[in-house]
């Protein structure tokens, strides 16, 4: 049997370790290993290569991915797909193991229903924004990643009694604000899935002055519901509370950045075992996830189209630790 690997959209800490996993672990079966690069482009550019188990030495600690990554476009025609599946063809690559997000999972099942190969994928995305996995590979070092930085930023809000404003990503998950908002203390966390209003915001700053803080963190999901970005909300926020010395940080790509966490790695080690033992057992068509720590599957088109949701209590928890 020959199987092919290839990460695909946002890369994300940890998806080297899912990619020495799924090496190995073929390795150990006496299963062939291809890697395609840069993602579903490599598919219709042939880009491929031969692995063994030394071809991935020295990369569980590595951020980003080895194999590269895209959000290829021309895979969303069905042109793209027909020359990919030639290439799975002329390669004689019997299955494809997908390390990606939704939009990778997207393109996997509709490449899968209409060439018929089978496919399984492995959740990887700082945004842990995906049905049928609690966590997804890269989310906790990009947590750990973006309370480093929140921290940094309060040591200079404090000396300068400043507001700041930090954005950190996730278009329409709050899973990562919502979290890294509660860890570093934050006084507000505006996130997709809920619209607080500009003038709860105002509310929640004035009430905190007036109990004597006199420097205040909010971090704003990069998606949120108030129809204006961070800069707008500084602006809003600074016209009304003029008294107020506002700065806005946008943490961007380093939160997608830098070596995983433990947590990362050995998640993406199961995973990628998992997915290998999967398809060995005949099944296809679905995503591997972990669920109170157990490996399960779970069909392509549920993770998709389920909804990951964010835990509503921590809302909660954060409104009453923000006093
Ligand atoms: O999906 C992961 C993610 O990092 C999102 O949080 C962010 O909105 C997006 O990717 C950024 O994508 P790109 O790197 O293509 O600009």
Known sequence: MRIGVLTSGGDAPGMNAAVRAVVRTCAFYKIDCLAILKGYQGLIEDNTKQMNPRSVNNIINKGGTVLKSARCLEFRTKEGRQKAFENIKKNKIQALVVIGGDGSFTGAMIFQSEFNIP??????????????????????????????????????????????????????????????????????????????????????????????????????????????????????????????EVRVSVLGHIQRGGSPSCFDRVLASRMGVYAVESLLKG??????????DDMILTSLDKAIKGKSEINKNLIRVSDILSI
Not at 237 to 244: A, D, F, G, L
Not at 284 to 291: F, H, R, T, Y
Request: glycine share 12%; net charge negative.
């Open 119 to 244: 496919i399984i994928g492995i959740p990887g995305t700082i945004d842990n924004d995906i049905y049928g996995t609690s966590h997804t590979i890269g989310y906790d070092t990009a947590l750990n990643t973006v309370i480093d930085a929140i921290d940094k930023i309060r040591d200079t809000a404090i000396s300068h009694n400043r507001l700041f404003f930090v954005e950190v990503m996730g278009r329409d998950a709050g899973h990562l604000a919502l979290n890294t908002g509660i860890g570093a203390g934050a006084e507000e966390i505006l996130i997709p899935e809920e619209n607080m209003g500009l003038n709860r915001l105002l509310e929640s700053l004035e009430r905190s002055e007036k109990s004597g803080k006199s420097s205040s963190i909010v971090v704003i999901a990069e998606g949120g519901k108030t129809g204006k970005n961070v800069f707008e909300i500084a602006e809003y926020v600074e016209k009304n509370m003029p008294h107020y």
């Open 283 to 292: 099944k296809s068509n679905v995503m591997v996830g972990i669920k109170e």
